[in-house]
């Protein structure tokens, strides 16, 4: 049971476009969901969150949009650069103290951005 | 700061063979995870804990084992090596008040 999903494997845009990366969740308990990015050989990093309460975080060129009657949230990237091509994961959690914040990952979106 | 720090980076074993990654963090983090990476699949979580002490099983606990007897250090445990462990395992740590995971960079496995 895939409780986050990302549907497109792979995204390619040209330089200084937007980025339009989408994610799915099926778990209503979800209440807080970020997105992290990864190059080869490295760990994840953190890029940006929200909070269920929110419909929009925004962070640079980074914007995270939350619809949560559609269970659906995306990042949008702009203007993209070629430094932004990695591995996008979409995540989410429940954030309940004894959880202790697990998170449940999406498959992935690599994104490649041409000059 | 060193952050989250795995080793060894790389690994390869034969079937049925034992080891132990290592993990350590420096962030007095209370909470540790440990994911794994197969293609395609996005992060699995196996195991976490939420502080010394304490461990719980994650989504894919199967033929490992974790240990937590310091707020800084949870090393994973493969028991009998199987070619379904070949994978990329990430050890995260997080708290309460933080945005998000700190990860290390990886351990490469590949079991044959």
């Known amino acids: 049971d895939q409780q986050v999903k990302q549907n497109s494997p792979s995204l390619s845009v040209q330089e200084g476009r937007i980025s339009i990366l989408n994610c799915d969740y099926t778990?209503?308990?979800?209440?807080?969901f970020l997105w992290y990015k990864k190059y080869p050989a490295e760990g994840p990093t953190f890029l940006i969150s929200?909070?269920?309460?929110?419909d929009k975080n925004e962070d640079g060129r980074f914007t995270v949009f939350l619809n949560k009657s559609a269970k659906h949230l995306s990042l949008h990237i702009v203007p993209s650069q070629p430094g932004d091509s990695a591995v996008y994961f979409c995540?989410?959690?429940?954030?309940?103290?004894?959880?202790?914040?697990?998170?449940?990952f999406g498959e992935g979106t690599q994104l490649t951005v041409n000059p | 700061n060193a952050g989250v720090t795995q080793t060894p980076k790389f690994r390869i074993l034969k079937i049925g063979q034992s080891m132990t990654l290592q993990c350590t963090q420096d962030?007095?983090?209370?909470?540790m995870y440990w994911y794994r990476q197969d293609p395609g699949m996005g992060l699995k979580l196996i195991y976490y804990?939420?502080?010394?002490?304490?461990?719980d099983k994650g989504e894919v606990p199967n033929g490992y084992n974790v240990s937590r007897s310091t707020t800084e250090d949870f090393p994973l445990r493969l028991e009998l090596a199987a070619p379904s462990q070949t994978s990329v395992y990430f050890c995260?740590?997080?708290?309460?008040?933080?945005?998000?995971?700190?990860f290390g960079s990886g351990t490469r496995l590949t079991v044959v």
């Open positions: 995540a989410a959690s429940d954030r309940a103290e004894t959880s202790g914040s697990r998170l449940t």
């Open positions: 995260a740590s997080s708290c309460p008040a933080c945005s998000g995971y700190t």
């Open positions: 929200i909070s269920s309460i929110k």
């Open positions: 778990n209503s308990m979800f209440d807080y």
């Open positions: 804990s939420v502080g010394a002490g304490i461990t």
């Open positions: 962030m007095n983090h209370n909470y």
